[in-house]
């Protein structure tokens, strides 16, 4: 069974950083694509970046490009989203999901087979 667990959500000031913590099993991280998704108040749920489990490539939506990185902590079982010059426009409930697709696909149009149950981030001064 895949289990995705969130953690690191908060509230900080524009410009500041946050890092997501996405806790997995190594059987995840071996078979299935792993993306972080937002949703925003009112609005529809996107793709932020995801990393593919066959040669680590990723993807980025233009927004964070150059901002966020996302990256895979083998030893731990873990997919991480550093989140740094953050935006009130960030705003929203980040979700760690899992597919069998590569990252750019998985990101920008499938829809994942797994979700975890999502971390508040809130930019605000």
């Known amino acids: 069974q895949v289990q995705l667990v969130e953690s690191g959500g908060g509230l900080v000031q524009p410009g500041g950083s946050l890092r997501l913590s996405c806790a997995t099993s190594k059987f995840t991280l071996d078979y299935y694509t792993i993306g972080w998704f937002r949703q925003a108040p009112g609005k529809e749920r996107e793709g932020v970046s995801c990393?593919?489990?066959?040669?680590?490539?990723?993807y980025y939506q233009n927004s964070v490009k150059g901002r966020f990185t996302i990256s895979t902590d083998n030893a731990k079982n873990t997919v991480y989203l550093q989140m740094n010059s953050l935006k009130p426009e960030d705003t929203a409930v980040y979700y760690c999901?899992?597919?069998?697709?590569?990252?750019?696909?998985?990101?920008?149009?499938?829809?994942?087979?797994?979700w975890g149950q999502g971390t508040q981030v809130t930019v605000s001064s």
């Open positions: 990393i593919s489990r066959t040669d680590g490539s990723t």
């Open positions: 999901a899992a597919a069998p697709d590569l990252a750019q696909a998985m990101c920008v149009a499938s829809v994942p087979d797994y």
